[in-house]
């Protein structure tokens, strides 16, 4: 017969009723598709406005901890949802990921992988999207003004006071808004946000094209994405269709009703986890090991798909505002 303590640590293992749900139809995706699964998903629409819910170093700590243990040679489903976030934390999963899996990941994106989400999903061998789906534009932004849009503010006063040297009083003011090392900082980040995710697409969905039929797509592909004059906006959602026509390898959701079902059971479970809890944050695997960030903690919980002790570490964490 157990005693209070033993009991006590079977209610913390399983969970609240969101886990316990959220983990079954996770366990019900990695039976569908054979491989490894995790979920790499932010509560930014639910909680708007909050610190935590981008991208960031943190969540290296995440997959570290659900990858432990992983047999990876059953390569990795990822699927992703989030608003993107630190272009250096992004390459650093990135890098981290393909250490783990090598190129054989596939992203699987239900709803939205923007900005840095894009990129890794670029880095994947293949995208898995559904009708429902979106992906977004990749031009790095400074405080939220996109860097491509400081540059071609720049480019232009430049050739309208060239032409028209009375217009210098209209344009210092604008001009007089940049720092000095602005314009530079600006351009570096777009170069290397364009030279990784060509590096990514590369080793990953062209891998095994002809280099000159790789590079040409991939240039489209940058284009497309990266170019703020071509997207508009950093906020646009790019449909499966349209990645499909810039030349990004998409299959559809669609073409099997069983993945589908598991995919969008396992998406509606996190989201319905983000509205009713404080989550803002879920790393979490197949297997039942999670890394769950909230308001004001991370809990990392290691539970075997067959039961087992969990094993919670608070951590102090900034309150969000905003």
Same mark, same amino acid.
């Given at each position: 017969m157990p005693n209070w303590s033993q009991i006590l640590t079977?209610?913390?293992?399983?969970?609240?009723?969101?886990?316990v749900v959220r983990r079954r139809y996770l366990r019900e995706l990695g039976r569908v598709t054979g491989r490894n699964v995790i979920v790499y998903y932010s509560g930014w629409l639910q909680k708007s406005g909050l610190q935590g819910v981008a991208i960031s170093d943190e969540d290296k700590n995440g997959f570290m901890t659900v990858i432990h243990e992983m047999d990876r040679t059953r390569g990795l489903d990822l699927l992703l949802h989030t608003p993107g976030g630190e272009t250096a934390a992004t390459e650093s999963l990135v890098d981290y990921l393909r250490a783990s899996f090598g190129s054989d990941i596939r992203a699987v994106v239900p709803q939205l992988a923007m900005s840095g989400g894009t990129m890794i999903a670029c880095a994947c061998k293949e995208v898995l999207?559904?009708?429902?789906?979106?992906?977004?534009?990749?031009?790095?932004?400074f405080a939220g003004i996109p860097a491509h849009g400081v540059v071609e503010e720049f480019d232009r006063a430049r050739r309208v006071i060239e032409?028209?040297?009375?217009?210098i009083p209209l344009w210092q003011p604008i001009i007089a808004k940049y720092s000095p090392t602005l314009i530079g900082e600006c351009e570096k980040a777009i170069a290397w946000s364009n030279e990784m995710t060509a590096e990514w697409l590369r080793a990953g969905m062209f891998e095994n094209q002809e280099k000159a039929a790789a590079d040409e797509k991939i240039e489209r592909i940058l284009k497309e994405l990266g170019d703020h004059a071509l997207t508009k906006s950093h906020a646009r959602h790019l449909s499966i269709q349209r990645c499909r026509d810039i030349g990004l390898k998409v299959a559809a959701l669609e073409d099997d009703q069983e993945l589908q079902e598991a995919v969008l059971s396992v998406h509606h479970a996190c989201m319905?986890?983000?509205?009713?809890t404080p989550a803002i944050k879920l790393?979490?695997?197949?297997?039942g090991v999670a890394f769950?960030? %909230?308001?004001? !903690?991370?809990? %990392?919980?290691? !539970?075997?798909?067959?039961g087992g002790d969990v094993d919670q570490v608070p951590k102090k964490e900034e309150q969000g505002g905003g």
């Amino acid at each position: 017969m157990p005693n209070w303590s033993q009991i006590l640590t079977e209610i913390g293992s399983a969970g609240s009723v969101h886990d316990v749900v959220r983990r079954r139809y996770l366990r019900e995706l990695g039976r569908v598709t054979g491989r490894n699964v995790i979920v790499y998903y932010s509560g930014w629409l639910q909680k708007s406005g909050l610190q935590g819910v981008a991208i960031s170093d943190e969540d290296k700590n995440g997959f570290m901890t659900v990858i432990h243990e992983m047999d990876r040679t059953r390569g990795l489903d990822l699927l992703l949802h989030t608003p993107g976030g630190e272009t250096a934390a992004t390459e650093s999963l990135v890098d981290y990921l393909r250490a783990s899996f090598g190129s054989d990941i596939r992203a699987v994106v239900p709803q939205l992988a923007m900005s840095g989400g894009t990129m890794i999903a670029c880095a994947c061998k293949e995208v898995l999207m559904g009708k429902h789906s979106s992906l977004g534009p990749i031009d790095p932004q400074f405080a939220g003004i996109p860097a491509h849009g400081v540059v071609e503010e720049f480019d232009r006063a430049r050739r309208v006071i060239e032409e028209n040297p009375a217009s210098i009083p209209l344009w210092q003011p604008i001009i007089a808004k940049y720092s000095p090392t602005l314009i530079g900082e600006c351009e570096k980040a777009i170069a290397w946000s364009n030279e990784m995710t060509a590096e990514w697409l590369r080793a990953g969905m062209f891998e095994n094209q002809e280099k000159a039929a790789a590079d040409e797509k991939i240039e489209r592909i940058l284009k497309e994405l990266g170019d703020h004059a071509l997207t508009k906006s950093h906020a646009r959602h790019l449909s499966i269709q349209r990645c499909r026509d810039i030349g990004l390898k998409v299959a559809a959701l669609e073409d099997d009703q069983e993945l589908q079902e598991a995919v969008l059971s396992v998406h509606h479970a996190c989201m319905l986890t983000f509205s009713a809890t404080p989550a803002i944050k879920l790393i979490e695997n197949d297997r039942g090991v999670a890394f769950i960030k %909230v308001l004001q !903690q991370v809990v %990392v919980s290691g !539970q075997p798909a067959s039961g087992g002790d969990v094993d919670q570490v608070p951590k102090k964490e900034e309150q969000g505002g905003g």
